[in-house]
């Protein structure tokens, strides 16, 4: 069984994580670092990619996660599937360079009515019957990496403690 666990949108970039792939023909898990060395070769890691106007043919990924977390207005929030399903996020990947690890980022998309409040993007989450439409392209993008409908995010306030958050799309 997958470990889906809590996704810190704080977390240090280069946390290693469990990602699902093809890879070759195959669908494998592997851990990698989040973080994506940025096009323009600069020394800032990128760990979220708007997706909108953009295509992603090859290298795409899933990020397994439970829920994730956002500070939104000093305070800190928890959001997780209203069905208490675990989900993915869209994500792609890139090969090791000699300048940079393999590694991964996740896409973000406009956010959906229950995250809206709180921030105007959000990762782009995947309920797990729709995982396999964008790890193998089975659908258009713009089909796939959009806003669920309103109600699917259940949205719970957190202690304040210590966050730093790192979600800058």
């Given at each position: 069984m997958m470990n889906a666990k809590v996704f810190q949108s704080d977390g240090p970039l280069d946390e290693r994580r469990v990602i699902v792939r093809r890879h070759e023909g195959?669908?494998?898990?592997v851990e990698l670092?989040?973080?994506l060395r940025p096009l323009d070769g600069g020394p800032r890691a990128v760990n979220v990619v708007r997706s909108?106007?953009?295509t992603f043919p090859t290298h795409r990924c899933l990020v397994p996660a439970s829920e994730f977390r956002h500070?939104?207005?000093?305070?800190?929030?928890?959001?997780?599937?209203a069905s208490d399903d675990w989900f993915y996020f869209a994500g792609i990947w890139r090969p090791a360079t000699d300048l940079w690890p393999e590694a991964y980022a996740i896409l973000t998309i406009e956010?959906?009515?229950?995250?809206?409040?709180?921030?105007d993007r959000q990762m782009a989450v995947l309920t797990r019957d729709r995982r396999m439409y964008w790890l193998d392209?089975?659908?258009p993008?713009?089909?796939?990496?959009?806003?669920l409908p309103a109600g699917t995010f259940r949205v719970k306030?957190?202690?304040n403690t210590f966050f730093r958050p790192r979600l800058a799309v």
């Open positions: 195959d669908v494998e898990m670092p989040w973080g909108e106007g953009r500070r939104s207005g000093g305070k800190n929030f928890s959001f997780s599937l956010a959906n009515a229950d995250i809206s409040a709180y921030h392209g089975l659908a993008e713009n089909e796939i990496l959009r806003p306030p957190l202690s």
